[in-house]
């Protein structure tokens, strides 16, 4: 499997909190989410547990192949919740999460996971593209989005709305992110399809796949011709053109694209 990576941060000097990595049958992309003052919880910060939570993903996906996604992720995020237990307080509601797509190639098959607003398109051979996303945040986030709105970034009452939003989390008739309880990954987005059917697929995270969901600026199979004709800098080269059109506000954008099943 070949893959192909882009990652930008938001603006220059300001840290990428996505992650995106790939061994020779898996790739993974983990989109970090947490808010300003969250370092009283954690002192590591969300890039930080971004990066983590993808080491060990990409750790287990090479060494465990023959476990579900969900097991995996699940074991991943124990692992990156142990290491830091002890020295920050991992349940607060504002201490760092992330959403997280995998594709893994076995067997002929390629298996695919989403938690929370990251995507995974799958470019069929005889259909449209299969796009695969969790849309259970963004239903509930519409809700408050006026209240946001309405006050001033990063203001007390700001981050006040976005606790009561990330209340939600990781609870029945919420959304489900990786963050502290493993058990989250039960709530993943999961499937799979013949290798044979297949031309290509791509992860997104939220950030990128914008170009699509909320400028509109191109639909799945126009993105995925884009991605193989110029590859995912492209990609985000018209998210930030549109980002600055538009006058909204950046989001880091981090793209995956997988091609090339027949080999490893």
Known sequence: MRVTMTSAAARPGRVNEDFTGAVPTAAVLIDGAGIPGAESTCRHGVAWYASRLGGSLLSLLSLVPDRSLPALLAEAIEQVTSVHRDTCDVADPISP???????????????????????????????????????????????????????????????????????????????????????????????????????GAVLLSNGASRIVDRF????????????????????????????????VAADDATIAHCTDFGGT
């Not at 502290?180 to 031309?199: F, K, M, N, Q």
């Open 97 to 199: 999460s992330a959403t997280v797509a995998i594709l893994r190639l076995s067997d002929g098959l390629i298996e695919h996971l989403v938690l929370g607003d990251s995507v995974v398109v799958l470019d069929r051979t005889d259909a449209a593209p299969l796009v695969v996303s969790d849309p259970r945040e963004v239903i509930i986030s519409r809700s408050y989005q006026s209240a946001l709105e309405a006050v001033v970034d990063d203001s007390d009452e700001y981050r006040r709305i976005l606790r009561d939003l990330r209340a939600n989390r990781n609870q029945p008739g919420g959304f489900w992110v990786a963050k502290d309880d493993p058990r989250a990954a039960d709530e993943a987005i999961t499937g799979s399809c013949s290798v044979s059917g297949l031309t």
């Open 216 to 247: 509109r600026l191109a639909d799945w199979p126009e993105v995925m011709a884009v991605l193989t004709s110029s590859g995912p800098a492209e990609i985000i080269r018209r998210v930030r053109q549109a980002e600055a059109r538009h006058a």
